[in-house]
C-alpha cells in the first residue's frame, strides 16, 4: 500500500487506531478483573470510550477537530498507567511493551499537534 492511499484513508486509520486501543484497554481491564484488582473499573470504562471515540468519530471530529489528537494524548495516558500497574503487582516484560505503547501514542500525537506529517516529501513513491 502506498503513502497516497494511506493519506487517502486516513479518517479510516484513525478510527481502527482508536478501535485498537479500545480492545486492548478492555482486555487489559478483563486482566485485572480476574485478579481482582479494582482498577479494572477505570479501564474498562476508558477502553468503552475510546470505542465510542472510534465509532462515532466522523460526527465528533466535525464539531471538535481537536478531539482525535486529544485521544491520542488520553491512550498514551492509560498505556502509561496500565503499564505502572503492571509493574506494581510485579510483571517484569509486558508493562515495557505498555510503555513502548504510550511513548509511541504521545510521540505521533505531539507530530499531529505540530501537524508534521509522513507523508512530506514521499507523495512520488
Known amino acids: 500500500m502506498s503513502l497516497h492511499k494511506l493519506k487517502k484513508n486516513k479518517s479510516k486509520i484513525e478510527k481502527f487506531s482508536h478501535i485498537i486501543s ?7 481491564a478483563f486482566d485485572k478483573y480476574e485478579s481482582q484488582n479494582p482498577n479494572y473499573i ?5 477502553g468503552l470510550i475510546f470505542i ?5 468519530n466522523d ?9 482525535n489528537n486529544t485521544f491520542i494524548f488520553l491512550e498514551g495516558l492509560v498505556s502509561i498507567l496500565i503499564a505502572w500497574d503492571y509493574f506494581k ?6 508493562p515495557f511493551t505498555y510503555l513502548f505503547a504510550g511513548l509511541i501514542q504521545f510521540i ?5 499537534m505540530k501537524k508534521i506529517s509522513i507523508f512530506k ?5
Open 22 to 28: 479500545g480492545i486492548i484497554v478492555l482486555l487489559s
Open 42 to 46: 477505570f479501564f474498562a470504562l476508558a
Open 52 to 56: 465510542q471515540v472510534a465509532i462515532f
Open 59 to 67: 460526527k465528533i471530529s466535525k464539531k471538535f477537530p481537536w478531539i
Open 89 to 94: 503487582i510485579g510483571k517484569k516484560a509486558l
Open 108 to 112: 505521533v500525537g505531539y507530530l499531529k
Open 121 to 125: 516529501n514521499r507523495m512520488n513513491d
